[in-house]
């Protein structure tokens, strides 16, 4: 378990990440202007204390809160959802077969069109995860290790459409945690020979 008042720390830090503009997750360490006596004080203290003897440590409490938080920004400490943090982990934790999975549904989707590509400000990528055929994080990971090109292919052919806009917020608000709490970096050789080898397949 973690302390109760680390784990309110944490969850007004990640509430504030996804919410506001002037703080980032990352830059403050996790850390915020809150005291104990303003815990003490809600009328909902009970569940922080709950939700902290859940966690087995800080990095599962920060799990459990930004896969609520990726999914629906307005979460609240009463309302967590620890299925939707059991499928976090479960793509975590199985990263390369359920990437190779992933890539691989895209592609079948994609029918010989190049689901990289942008026709008509949108992409295969794109539509499949607004259509939930994919997973948001495939989305973040492959745009990482294709450099940000996944991005700023977007940016640059679709400057004016709003739903894009909207969903890059997501994807960079949220993808520094899927990169440092999936270990991303550890595996991006073989994330990238994945790719690679199932794009050819498809050649």
């Known amino acids: 378990m973690i302390p109760p008042f680390r784990a309110y720390e944490l969850y007004t830090a990640i509430n504030l990440h996804f919410n506001s503009k002037s703080y980032n997750f990352f830059t403050y360490q996790g850390k915020t202007n809150v005291s104990k006596e303003s815990l003490i004080k809600r009328n909902d203290k009970y569940f922080f204390e709950r939700f902290a003897a859940k966690c087995f440590d800080e990095e599962e409490a920060i799990g459990i809160l930004v896969s609520n938080y990726s999914v629906k920004p307005k979460t609240y400490i009463r309302t967590l959802n620890?299925?939707?943090f059991n499928a976090w982990v479960a793509y975590r934790d199985s990263l390369q077969y359920k990437f190779k999975?992933?890539?691989?549904?895209?592609?079948?989707?994609?029918n010989g069109i190049n689901p990289f590509s942008i026709h008509d400000e949108s992409s295969?990528?794109?539509?499949?995860i607004l259509s939930g055929e994919l997973d948001f994080e495939t989305?973040?990971?492959?745009?990482?290790?294709?450099?940000?090109?996944i991005v700023s292919s977007m940016d640059?052919?679709?400057p004016e459409?709003?739903?894009?806009?909207?969903?890059?917020k997501k994807l960079l608000t949220y993808k520094p945690f899927?990169?440092?709490y999936w270990h991303i970096n550890?595996?991006?050789k073989e994330l990238k020979e994945i790719l690679k080898n199932v794009a050819s397949k498809q050649a």
């Open 82 to 84: 620890y299925d939707v």
């Open 101 to 110: 999975e992933q890539v691989s549904k895209l592609y079948d989707i994609a």
């Open 124 to 128: 295969v990528l794109f539509d499949a």
């Open 139 to 149: 989305m973040i990971i492959l745009d990482h290790i294709l450099s940000g090109k």
């Open 156 to 158: 640059e052919k679709c």
């Open 161 to 168: 459409n709003l739903l894009w806009e909207e969903w890059k």
């Open 178 to 180: 899927v990169i440092q």
């Open 186 to 188: 550890d595996y991006e």
